[in-house]
């Protein structure tokens, strides 16, 4: 939710305006719409390592879906989210994730491609315990921890890049999920995303989803504003000065205090009552593992990686991009909202719409506009 200028955040790196010290505080239809423009009018098992919740019959998943319904939007508890999530070895490494399956049950959920959601910079599976379950209405929903990050391994010495990320998310999908997916990022997850889709190799991503996409693995990324011209000295200077473990290690303790991260919170939701304890905990708790401070300085100091400029003309998948339009970190008026703002009118496979009062990281911040806009546009996509 944050970015790497900010840490610990959900998000991604680029922020606009940017801090002055930017690595140390803490469809449709071809056209963007506005939400005032079409306003909305039981027992848990497990099963081979998937959650089903199941519910008392009433629509039809699909209708629900269609209509933007949301049958349970009831959050998952973190505690529940934890005790459910499984392991999985990636080159060594174990990456945490969480198979959670619709309540129209397998023959349903087999009939619709599974989603895989993928966080952003500082958060983990639990920053989407509001939206499991409304998602899971008729699909399987996976989730995932990206290397460094939530319960996933944080390896010391590693270089965290925009593509080992990308890659992850395709050998996920290859030996975990197995079907054709459609991918929903938040932030730099959303980037990672992109990153994948692009992959002409793949044929398991099956459509799109954005949430405020960031620019870039760090503030490096978008060297064409002119904010970011300007503080390119203070950049520099910032990579040099946590290049030395004693100076990262000092900012990085004072950064993850429940304080600095609440305040943090605060400034990048547009929804204050969102910004619970529960949620202070979900950036803080991974932030005291071992291998969370080198994780922090790899990404901030590392490349910016693949801009999604670069990337998007080159994926022809159904796209929905969802932009909180009180995003002080990716805001609609910088150069990656300005581009993203205009894919509609010029790539008929994207679909893109504002929400108002809505920070950087949508689906947390105000989870009922994501699902009213997401839920009939994956009714909706192409069968094949």
């Given at each position: 939710?944050?970015s790497?200028?900010?840490?610990?955040?959900?998000?991604?790196?680029?922020?606009?305006?940017?801090?002055?010290?930017?690595?140390l505080?803490?469809?449709?239809?071809?056209?963007?719409?506005?939400?005032?423009?079409?306003?909305?009018?039981?027992?848990i098992?497990?099963?081979?390592?998937?959650?089903?919740?199941?519910?008392?019959?009433?629509?039809?998943?699909?209708?629900?879906?269609?209509?933007?319904?949301?049958?349970?939007?009831?959050?998952?508890?973190?505690?529940?989210?934890?005790?459910?999530?499984?392991k999985w070895?990636?080159?060594?490494?174990?990456?945490?994730?969480?198979?959670?399956?619709?309540?129209?049950?397998?023959?349903?959920?087999?009939?619709?491609?599974?989603?895989?959601?993928?966080?952003?910079?500082?958060a983990?599976?639990?920053?989407?315990?509001?939206n499991?379950?409304?998602?899971?209405?008729s699909?399987?929903?996976?989730?995932?921890?990206?290397?460094?990050?939530?319960?996933?391994?944080?390896?010391v010495?590693?270089?965290?890049?925009?593509?080992?990320?990308?890659?992850?998310?395709?050998?996920?999908?290859?030996e975990?999920?197995?079907?054709?997916?459609?991918?929903?990022?938040?932030?730099?997850?959303?980037?990672?995303?992109?990153?994948?889709?692009?992959?002409?190799?793949?044929?398991?991503?099956?459509?799109?989803?954005l949430?405020?996409c960031?620019?870039?693995?760090?503030?490096?990324?978008?060297?064409?504003?002119?904010?970011?011209?300007?503080?390119?000295?203070?950049l520099?200077?910032?990579?040099?000065?946590?290049?030395?473990?004693?100076?990262?290690?000092?900012?990085?303790?004072?950064?993850?205090?429940?304080?600095?991260?609440?305040?943090?919170?605060?400034?990048?939701?547009?929804?204050?009552?969102?910004?619970?304890?529960?949620?202070?905990e979900?950036?803080?708790?991974?932030?005291?593992?071992?291998?969370?401070?080198?994780?922090?300085?790899?990404?901030?100091?590392?490349?910016?990686?693949?801009?999604?400029?670069?990337?998007?003309?080159?994926?022809?998948?159904?796209?929905?991009?969802?932009?909180?339009?009180?995003?002080?970190?990716?805001?609609?008026?910088?150069?990656?909202?300005?581009?993203?703002s205009?894919?509609?009118?010029?790539?008929?496979?994207?679909?893109?719409?504002?929400?108002?009062?809505?920070?950087?990281?949508?689906?947390?911040?105000?989870?009922?506009?994501?699902?009213?806009?997401?839920?009939?546009?994956?009714?909706?996509?192409?069968?094949?």
């Amino acid at each position: 939710m944050m970015s790497a200028a900010s840490f610990p955040g959900h998000c991604h790196v680029t922020s606009y305006p940017p801090s002055p010290l930017p690595a140390l505080t803490p469809g449709g239809g071809g056209r963007i719409q506005w939400p005032h423009e079409q306003r909305r009018k039981g027992n848990i098992h497990s099963r081979h390592g998937i959650i089903s919740r199941h519910s008392s019959p009433c629509a039809s998943s699909s209708s629900a879906a269609i209509s933007g319904v949301v049958k349970d939007s009831t959050p998952l508890e973190v505690a529940e989210i934890k005790e459910r999530c499984r392991k999985w070895q990636w080159r060594g490494y174990t990456i945490n994730y969480l198979a959670y399956e619709g309540e129209g049950g397998e023959d349903e959920t087999r009939s619709n491609p599974p989603l895989l959601l993928v966080h952003g910079f500082g958060a983990s599976i639990a920053h989407w315990r509001r939206n499991i379950v409304a998602l899971s209405q008729s699909q399987t929903v996976y989730a995932i921890d990206l290397l460094g990050f939530g319960a996933s391994d944080k390896p010391v010495g590693f270089a965290y890049t925009m593509e080992e990320w990308a890659q992850l998310i395709l050998d996920f999908l290859e030996e975990i999920v197995q079907r054709p997916t459609v991918l929903v990022g938040n932030s730099v997850g959303s980037l990672a995303c992109v990153i994948a889709a692009s992959d002409s190799s793949s044929s398991l991503v099956r459509g799109l989803v954005l949430l405020n996409c960031s620019g870039g693995m760090n503030n490096k990324a978008i060297v064409d504003d002119w904010r970011i011209k300007l503080l390119l000295p203070l950049l520099w200077f910032v990579d040099f000065l946590l290049k030395n473990r004693g100076v990262a290690s000092f900012l990085f303790e004072r950064v993850k205090q429940r304080e600095s991260l609440r305040d943090i919170l605060l400034s990048v939701y547009g929804n204050k009552d969102s910004v619970d304890e529960d949620l202070v905990e979900i950036i803080r708790e991974p932030a005291n593992d071992e291998g969370a401070l080198d994780a922090f300085v790899s990404i901030v100091t590392g490349p910016p990686g693949p801009n999604p400029v670069q990337l998007m003309p080159r994926i022809t998948l159904p796209v929905l991009v969802l932009w909180g339009d009180q995003d002080p970190f990716t805001p609609i008026d910088g150069p990656v909202g300005k581009y993203f703002s205009s894919l509609p009118s010029q790539i008929p496979n994207v679909s893109l719409f504002m929400l108002e009062g809505v920070g950087h990281c949508p689906h947390d911040d105000r989870p009922e506009l994501v699902h009213e806009k997401l839920l009939p546009w994956l009714a909706n996509l192409p069968t094949s």
